[in-house]
């Protein structure tokens, strides 16, 4: 079992940045694929990045060159560096654990309870 918590969301001025982190509890952390989704209003939950136990990761096209997927197993934290936010990235960010490095939500079997970010243009 394990047990995820975001923080770090909030509202930003477009081109602005924040830090989602998210925080696991239990020892095998390392030993999942952590990923980050988002849900916007009226939307389908969509994949955002991805990151393996070894450090591989793999990014949505739409936020690629501006989101940084990262996680520190020392810590049991995962994070997500969100740089040239635009108002089209406002959306609620879940956090969520694996055992492959997919794309699609099915592959997850834990998720936290998720984190705003607004972008105001």
């Known amino acids: 079992q394990v047990q995820l918590v975001e923080s770090g969301g909030g509202l930003v001025q477009a081109g602005g940045s924040l830090r989602l982190s998210c925080v696991a509890s239990?020892?095998?952390?390392?030993?999942?694929?952590m990923g980050w989704f988002r849900q916007a209003p009226g939307k389908e939950r969509e994949f955002v990045a991805v990151i393996g136990w070894r450090g591989t990761t793999y990014d949505a096209d739409s936020v690629k060159g501006r989101f940084t997927i990262s996680r520190d197993n020392a810590k049991n934290t995962l994070y997500l560096q969100m740089n040239s936010l635009k108002p089209e990235d406002t959306a609620v960010y879940y956090c969520?654990?694996?055992?492959?490095?997919?794309?699609?939500?099915?592959?997850?079997?834990?998720w936290g309870q998720g984190t705003q970010v607004t972008v105001s243009s």
């Open positions: 969520a654990a694996g055992r492959s490095l997919i794309r699609s939500e099915y592959g997850y079997n834990y």
């Open positions: 239990g020892r095998t952390f390392s030993s999942y694929a």
